[in-house]
């Protein structure tokens, strides 16, 4: 079993390829809840979206998110009513979230709405929530304490961050076969992902952290950061806001005591020495993911690097 | 104040003819509940609907229901799921139903969701649930018994119809404004709508039957029914299963004891003398309200038979 702790669109985007070089009835995606929020008293779970959206050939590959060709006529008409029409909610998307929102009411856990749902999706990976407890991150800046989403989304991350919190997760548990996924993989990967915004609250849950640290299993984290630039907001903006080194080499600290390897650019391949200071193994290839063919070739190096 | 009794399409075109020849601050109307249900969570009012598109020129004329230009994305998604599609819920159309949800679920009653939303579509005219009350119109079939809108939307009004129930309607209150509306009108309308499922649940509702009774207001009603073919179904099918004559004579025999005119179509002038022996006046002109000129004269000539 191959397990991945996974954000949202650059953690789909390494998916995609790592479903093309692996069985996917063999790989774990353990995904980020901590950007869910509700709209219109629905449940909107960004990351798990994505994910499902990518992986079902669905989403729209420009933008990262969302149903490709999507419309926006049940949002434009939600302004009618005065209501806020900043999150971008497109009418085949509201499906999805009014479809969990119904399975929630019925009582279903967040781990199972989402397996009921990956089935319809015809996803054959096992997708996990990384808890059935809501763990909303906030992010402390100049403006004040803002959700995630309203961070990103609403103000367009322009806010200098000065704090990060993922809120309650010392009360919460990860989802059930989230420890056991990582303790009993053959190989685990932290995607691609901001490892403040996406990656911080898994390893935040109690135990998952050390459970990534005890796995016998060799860990690889590939940097969602090349050249100082992340590949999407706001990666970059909350490793700054925090202090830390927005590079390949600020992420694999981040990570130290548990990565086994940091899989970086080429671009990146003056900091491998300095990486491998930290105590890391470092895999140099191409870490840009702009099409197929990179994420599958991106994919099968780090399994590759991390298995043999 | 002029108060109109309706259902959906033909209640809402003649309501169109009527905004154009009075002053839309002065027409109450009294809106069928009876066929609201509830689909994927949401309060879906289809008549309130109706008449609410119509009067904010949104409606789809062709169809006479809907957003005109309105788009089905999120009902299709929704098949996904495995979830009945048959309730033609349209992208636009939608946000309408889940502020209506979201509303009621913040205590708000129906009566003041209606007024609210009515607001929000620049909507003059006053209108009015019939009830706050669920009164969910039942319809014994062949088929067994059936909620409206599975009766005449999922199934095509194609089981025959053996009897037709307002259920709860006894414990049922007519909303806020509803007796006074008709009692101190100084002319009350009934619309061209189905007697049986649109016209008939206000009716039952206790005291207005009573209350359009005892009106000093002259009362009229206009035929849904004109050379025997009822506008929209199921106003013929429903009329004729429970054994009555599918006629604007039929109609007015329905209505005898609380109208003082009955308006009917030219083609149906041989039933003048038939219905005045109920002790009906009449009023033969054009009913057929194909185009918004027809719908203001039908509307100006009622009245003007009413109030002079």
């Known amino acids: 079993m191959i397990t991945v702790l996974s954000g949202g669109i650059g953690g789909s985007r390494f998916l995609q390829g790592l479903a093309r070089v692996a069985d996917p009835h063999e790989i774990t995606v353990i995904v980020n809840t901590g950007d869910d929020t509700d709209f219109y008293g629905l449940r909107v779970c960004p990351d798990l979206d994505i994910v499902t ?4 050939g669905l989403v729209d590959e420009e933008k990262g998110w969302g149903v490709r060709g999507d419309t926006f006529h049940f949002l434009e008409a939600m302004a009618r009513f005065g209501r806020e029409t900043w999150f971008n909610l497109g009418d085949r998307d509201l499906a999805t ?7 929630l009411r019925q009582g279903l856990s967040l781990s199972e709405v989402v397996a009921t749902m990956a089935r ?9 929530p990384m808890s059935d407890d809501p763990v909303p991150t906030k992010v402390t800046t100049e403006a004040g304490v803002l959700g995630f989403q309203e961070y990103l989304v609403k103000r367009g991350a322009r806010d200098r961050v000065l704090a990060v919190e993922y809120a309650g997760v010392e009360a919460a548990a990860p989802a059930p076969g989230v420890i056991e996924a990582i303790l009993d993989a053959r190989a685990v990967i932290v995607a691609p992902s901001n490892p403040i915004g996406s990656i911080g609250p898994i390893l935040a849950l109690p135990g998952v ?9 060799r860990v690889a984290a590939v940097s969602p950061v090349v050249e100082g630039r992340a590949f999407q907001p706001p990666t970059a903006e909350m490793m700054d806001g925090l202090g830390l080194e927005v590079s390949a080499y600020g ?19 003056h900091l491998e020495a300095k990486i491998r200071e930290l105590g890391v193994d470092v895999l140099v290839t191409g870490a840009v993911m702009s099409g197929p063919e990179e994420r599958a070739a991106l994919a099968r190096e780090t399994l590759g690097a991390l298995l043999c």
């Open 120 to 128: 319809a999706f015809g996803i054959e990976l096992r997708l996990l």
């Open 251 to 269: 992420v694999a600290r981040l990570y130290k005591d548990f990565i086994d390897l940091m899989v970086i650019d080429r671009a990146d391949a």
């Open 209 to 217: 952290r050390q459970a990534v640290r005890r796995t016998r299993a």
């Open 97 to 103: 979230h009014l479809q969990r929102t119904l399975l």
């Open 53 to 56: 959206y990518a992986l079902a």
